[in-house]
């Protein structure tokens, strides 16, 4: 008998949102199609929503959500379990509603736009393609596996590492080696459902936690996820990303949110990021704390470690027109520009008088910059913590005898686990407020132009977001 992993009850949220800006009908000629990357399935139960555990090994197939690339991407198995291949998967079709026109008893049917995907190539290259799963595959469930759900994606927020990929080509080990589909914050609607999903029925608002996981190893088996050793991370090369409109994703990762926004949907993923590094950051109430960057995860840090009653709170950037937005989040934040040239040593000091004469307890670095790290690390106290969420370049110089002498933890934050019902709860309860971190939008039709804001800081973006219709009456 197949044993069973309990997978976390999800959370609902309350709230109307809507999407804004004018959307545009795409006809699948305006692209020039390109070969894509080959797909990602997470092998699960046929009879339940849960992944097969201490199964013998077995050939699988994957999805066919993508057409076969003429530069072929190997991608090694997810598990050694064997996924029990059952008949074609029939979609759930939703039930009629009042008004609904000849497609009342199934949705699908009036979809009429392409899939679309926003993808890199190991030349820079930056561009809006034909995508998998198909139009045709979505409407009659071809690509459907068993365990998944189909998601209209709605709202997809654009990340620092979609434009390190993307201006890069590669972020440490993990290298674009084809044509790559980036995305991986993203909120949708389900819009079908293989037959042995009971838990999400067509129309629910989900978000998508973009990590699928082998169930076998030992950070899986003790609930420290993010440390998978056969981690597949969506829009990590080589798996492809969420910026599309249409996806397949095992029904297990995708969350339920209510009638939370897309848009705060989306954010989900980076409060998660947030979430992770508190959790073993271990603020205390009280505690005095200097947030390194604020960007969209030091953003949202902020308003984390105030909401968990942090005090006195710094944030440091050398843009201040991020800074004011802090303020404007947290009106009790203290805000330092960093002035470019200046010491680890001299900065210190100075988050000292900006604190008042008190040292940071916590410093939470989420910039990865080696200067932000050296200087957080000269700012707290004896016996202090600085916590790195940033990614940064793979070798950095640190002060070592710093971190000696005054017994400082410098600890890091790779990624989240178990934290999505969280923050669900968090958003849905008002605790966290994420509505001003969204300045800018673009239909996925126009995703290069929101990258472009996005990577140009003169633009005084925080958080660009690339949102979709789905072009059906039934959501």
Known sequence: MARRLAVPRRG?????????????QLAPSSFARKPTGAPLSLRLCSSCVYPLRDHSSAPWTP?????????????????????????????????????????????????????????????????????????????????????????????TG??????????????????????????????????????????????????????LICYNCEPCLTGRYNGCLNMRFLSTPPVPGLLRRYVNHPAVWCHKIGDMTFENGALLEPLSVALGGLSRAKIALGDPVLICGAGPIGLITLLCIAAAGAEPIVITDIEQSRLDVAKQLCPRVRTHKVERGVSPEAFGESIRATMGGVQPQVALECTGVESSVNSAI??????????????????????????????????????????????????????????????????????????????????????????????????
């Not at 609902?12 to 004018?22: D, E, R």
């Not at 690339?69 to 997810?78: E, L």
């Not at 029939?90 to 979809?111: D, F, Q, S, V, Y």
């Not at 674009?176 to 949708?188: P, T």
Request: net charge neutral; charged share 20%.
């Open 378 to 475: 000269y700012s707290v106290k004896f016996g202090g913590k600085v916590f790195v969420i940033g990614v940064g370049k793979p070798d950095m110089q640190v002060p070592f005898m710093r971190l000696s002498t005054q017994e400082i933890d410098l600890q890091f934050q790779y990624r989240y686990a178990n934290t999505w019902p969280r923050a669900i709860r968090l958003v849905d309860s008002g605790v966290l407020d994420l509505s001003q971190l969204v300045t800018h939008r673009f239909d996925l039709e126009d995703a290069v132009n929101a990258f472009e804001t996005a990577a140009d800081i003169s633009k005084g973006a925080i958080k660009v977001q690339i949102q979709s219709e789905v072009d059906s009456t039934a959501w």
């Open 12 to 24: 609902a949220s309350a709230g109307l949102g809507q999407l804004l800006g004018a959307r545009q």
């Open 63 to 155: 999805s066919s959500s993508f057409k076969p690339n003429q530069k072929k991407t190997t991608y090694p198995p997810a598990s050694s379990l064997t996924l029990p291949r059952a008949a074609q998967p029939a979609i759930t079709k939703a039930a009629p509603k009042a008004g609904m026109a000849t497609h009342a008893t199934n949705p699908l049917e009036a979809l009429t736009k392409p899939n679309i995907g926003v993808y890199t190539d190991p030349a820079h290259k930056l561009w809006v393609d034909e995508s998998g799963p198909s139009l045709e595959e979505v409407k009659k469930g071809e690509s459907l596996k068993p365990g998944e759900v189909t998601v209209g994606i709605k709202s």
């Open 158 to 211: 654009i990340c620092g590492s979609d434009i390190h990929f993307w201006h890069a080509g590669k972020i440490g080990p993990m290298v674009v080696e084809n044509d790559h589909i980036l995305g991986h914050e993203s909120a949708g609607v389900v819009l079908a459902t293989a037959p042995d999903v009971t838990h999400l029925k067509v129309g629910d608002r989900v978000a998508i936690e973009p990590d």
